[in-house]
C-alpha cells in the first residue's frame, strides 16, 4: 500500500437519535500539512474524528485515501489504514513502563523479547524528532507533556501517517506547549499528516496551515491561516456577530449578595486553576462568565457551592462569610446550585422523581418532621413543581433517570429556584438542550433575576450569556480577562477574550463605580 | 451474524422482578442439581431431602427458625448498608465481637441481676461490641481510603483467632475438664425457649421488630434518604450536602450491632458459653450476605429469605447425614444460589436483546 498522501472526507453525515452531530461534512489533509479544527463544544468535531478513528459508522458519505475510497469499521481498520489518534485523556496503563504501554496493540511486536525492538523503535522516533522519553519509566512517573509523546510515538509506532491530536494542549503547561508545538513542525516536514482539534484562535493560528471550521455540525468555513484574522475565525466558530434577542429590561443593581475576593482554588491535580478571581453579583442581576471550559470555571463554582476548598480569599453571601463552609451551610444561606453535570451531580438516578425533588432540601422543615420524612409534603410540593416547570413525564412515581436531560433539567432548577435562593448559582444549564427546553430555562433564570434573585452563570454558550447577562466576565486560565457590561462596545472581542489573546484594560473598577454610585 | 445489546430497562416492575427472581433461582438448583449427579446423588431426591427436612417436618421447621433468627438480624444490618454500598463481609466477626461482648456482661454482672435487667444490657452490650468491630472498617474508610471489603473480610480472621485466645486463654473455664469453653452463663443471663424447640423467642421477637424498625427507618426517615442518596449516587450526596462520614459511621454502627445481637442470641439462647468460633457461627455472617440479596434489601422481605436460606442449611444438615455428602455441601449450594441472584439482577435492570448485525 502506498503510504498516505491525503486523506478525503466526503458528505459524511451522523445523527444520534436524531440529532445530526455531522451534517454533510467535507474534509481534505495532504501530506505535510496541519489541518486545524476548529469548534465549540457539541459542534461535532469529535464525532467526525471518531468516524475517522473506526468508533463510529458514518450515516452517509465516505472516507477517501489517496483518492480511493475506504471502510473504516473498526480502530484497529483505522490502525491498518495509517491512522492514529491521540485522544484528550490519554489511554495508558499508569503502572505500565512506556516500553510496555506501547507493545500493547502493537501488532508487528515478536512474539519473544519484543523489549528490545520497541526500545530501538522509541529511540528512534526520540531523535527523529527530538523527544526525550524514558522507554523505561513507569507512565505515573511521567508529566502530561511526557505521556503525551507516549502517546503520540504509540501512534507513529503502529506505522500512523496520519495523526488526530484532541485538544492536545489542553493538559500541557505553556513550556510544555511549545515542545509540543516543535515537535509538530517536525513531522509537517517529515510528511506527516495531522489534524490538530483545537478551540484555541492561537494555536490555529500560529500552527496550521489550513482550518476547517465547525458549527452545529456543519462546516461553517475552510481558510487558509495565513492573512486570517483571529476576530473572523472567532465569528465563524460562534456563529454570528453578536446581536440582542431577549426583552430585558434594565434593573437597579443596589443591593450585594455575593462577594468573592482573591480567591484561589487548586484542581484535582493539585495545582491551582482558579488565580485570584475577585467579582460581585447584585440583586436584579445575571453576571455571566464566560469561556472555553476547563479554564477554571467548575472549580470557582464548587469553591463557592462548597464542594471544593478555597485555598486563600473569601467569599461572603449577603454579607455572611461563607468561604470553606459546608454545602448545607452555603445552602442555607441562600446559595442554590444547578451543577454542570447533572446525572452526576444532581440527581440520584434510580430514585423517584419526587425523592429527587427535594435533594439538598429533605432537612428543612417544610418537607420532614423531626427524623422522619414528610412524604407528602414532599408529593404535593414535587407535583407543584412539576406543573410550574414543565417536567414531561407520566408521573412522580418514577424512577428519574427515565426522564430526558431537558426534563431532568427542568426538575433541577425548579427545585433550586423554587427554593428562591438568595444567589443562583447555574453552570451550563441548557447544555445538550433541545431548543424549546433552552429557551424555557433561560425564561426562567430571567425570573429569577425580576424576582430579585442574584443569578451566576457559568456557560461555554455565548449567545447564552450574550442573552441572559448584565454583566460578562471571561475566564482563562483561571483569571478574569475582563468584566464587561452587555452594552459596553467591547463585547464583539469577546470571542477572543475566550481565547485568551487580549487581556483588556483592567477598568472593571470604573464599572463598578459607574453602576453602584 | 448475532449481536447482543444491553440497554437499560425503562421501566422494573414487580412482576418481572419476581419473574427474574424465579428464574434465577430455578436456574441455580439447576446446575446445583448437575453438581449433585456429579456426586453420583439423584438431585430430585437430594432436593426432596432438604426441603423435608427442614421445611416438610415440624421439628425441622423449628430448626429452620430457630436458623433463621441470627440471619434475620444480620441480613436486616446488611441490607442497610449494602444500601448505601458500603460492602461489609465482616458481619461474621460481629457477631463473634457481640457474643464476646454480651457473654462477658452475662458473667460478670448475670449472677447479681435478674432476668429482665441483665439480657437487655446483654443484647446491648452485644450491640455495642458489634458496632465498635464494624467501625474499624468505617474509620479505616472514611480516614484512609482503604476499601472496606479487605478489611471487613480480614477483621473476621482477627475476631476469630482472638475470640480462640480468650477461651484457651484468660476466659478459659476450670469447670469444665480442660475443654476451650468459659462458665456457663447464670441461669438469668439464658434464654427462654419455646417449649419442645431450641427457638429464642426473646431474639426472635427483636429481630421481627428490628425489621419493622429498619424499613421505616430505611424508606421513611430522613436518615434513610440519606443512605439511599448515598448509595446510588455519592456525588449527588456531597452536593445534596449530606454529610458522608457521619452517615457511613451510623450504618456501621447499625449493620455491626445487629450482627452483635445475633452473637448474644446465640449464645444466650442455644450454647450459654463462648467456645470455638465455628461453634458459636455456623458462618451466618457470609450467609447473611446472600438472605439481604434475596430480600432486594429490604429488611422486611429479609425475614423471608432468612427462613429460605436457614432452611437450606437445615436441610443440608438432612441430606450431609443421609446421603453421605461431605458439609461444603451446603456451602456450594449457597454460593451457586447468590451468583445466579446477582446474574438475575443483571436482566432485572437490563434489556438483553440478540440482534442480527445488519439490524444495528
Known sequence: MKPMETLEMIDISKSFHGVRANDNINLKVSSGEILGLLGENGAGKTTLMNILYGLYQPDSGEIRINGRRVTIDSPRASLEHGIGMVHQHFMLVQNHTVIENIALGYTRAPGLFPQKKIRDHILSFSKKFNFDIDPDKKIWQLSAGEQQRVEIVKALVNGARLLILDEPTSVLTPQETRDFFEILERMRTEGQLIILISHKLDEIKNLCDRVTVLRKGQVVGHAETCGLDKRELARMMIGRDVVFSFSREKMPREEKVLEVRDVTVDGDKGYPVVKGISFDVYRNEILGIAGVSGNGQRELVEAITGLRLVNSGSISVNGVDITNQSPRKIHNNGVSHVPEERIRFGIAPNLFLYENAILKQHHQKKFSRRAFLAYGRIKAHTKQLIKDFQVATPSINVQTKNLSGGNIQKLILGREIADQPDLLVASHPTYGLDVGATEYLRNQLLKRREEGGAVLLVSEDLDEILELCDRIAVIFQGRFMGILDSDDPLRTDIGLMMAGTKELEPKDGAHAARHCH | ??????????????????????????????????????????????????????????????????????????????????????????????????????????????????????????????????????????????????????????????????????????????????????????????????????????????????????????????????????????????????????????????????????????????????????????????????????????????????????????????????LGLPAATVDIFNGTLLIFLIMGDFFTKNRVRLLSKEKV
Open chain 2, 1 to 322: 451474524m448475532l449481536r447482543v445489546t444491553v440497554t437499560d430497562r425503562e421501566q422494573i416492575s414487580a412482576a418481572g422482578t419476581f419473574f427474574t427472581l424465579v428464574l434465577a433461582l430455578a436456574a441455580g438448583l439447576l446446575v446445583i442439581g448437575g453438581i449433585f449427579l456429579c456426586c453420583g446423588v439423584d438431585p430430585l431426591f437430594a432436593f426432596k431431602k432438604i426441603v423435608s427436612g427442614s421445611f416438610g417436618s415440624l421439628y425441622g421447621f423449628k430448626e429452620t427458625i430457630t436458623k433463621a433468627i441470627p440471619l434475620i438480624l444480620i441480613g436486616g444490618g446488611l441490607a442497610v448498608a449494602f444500601k448505601a454500598k458500603f460492602w461489609n463481609i465482616g458481619a461474621e466477626s460481629q457477631l463473634l465481637m457481640g457474643a464476646i461482648f454480651g457473654t462477658w456482661v452475662g458473667l460478670n454482672w448475670g449472677p447479681a441481676l435478674p432476668g429482665p435487667v441483665i439480657v437487655p444490657l446483654m443484647f446491648l452490650a452485644g450491640f455495642i461490641g458489634g458496632a465498635l468491630w464494624g467501625l474499624i472498617s468505617a474509620v479505616l474508610k472514611l480516614r484512609f481510603a482503604i476499601n472496606e471489603v479487605i478489611s471487613t473480610l480480614m477483621l473476621n480472621y482477627i475476631c476469630a483467632e482472638f475470640l480462640t485466645l480468650l477461651i484457651v486463654g484468660p476466659w478459659k473455664s476450670p469447670k469444665k475438664f480442660g475443654f476451650p469453653y468459659t462458665d456457663d452463663l447464670p441461669a438469668s443471663a439464658m434464654l427462654s425457649l419455646l417449649p419442645g424447640s431450641r427457638i429464642h423467642t426473646f431474639t426472635l421477637i427483636l429481630a421481627l421488630v428490628a425489621m419493622v424498625v429498619l424499613t421505616v427507618m430505611l424508606f421513611k426517615s430522613r436518615f434513610g434518604y440519606e443512605v439511599r442518596v448515598i448509595g446510588e449516587n455519592p456525588d449527588a450526596a456531597k452536593y445534596a450536602g449530606i454529610d458522608f462520614t457521619r452517615t457511613t459511621l451510623l450504618i456501621m454502627i447499625i449493620s455491626g450491632g445487629m450482627a452483635g445481637m445475633a452473637g448474644v442470641g446465640e449464645v444466650a439462647g442455644l450454647h450459654h458459653y463462648l467456645s470455638y468460633p465455628d461453634t458459636i457461627s455456623s458462618g451466618y455472617g457470609f450467609t447473611a450476605i446472600i438472605v439481604a440479596w434475596l430480600a432486594k434489601l429490604n429488611p422486611c422481605y429479609v425475614v423471608f429469605s432468612a427462613i429460605f436460606f436457614a432452611g437450606i442449611l437445615v436441610g443440608g444438615d438432612a441430606i450431609q447425614i443421609s
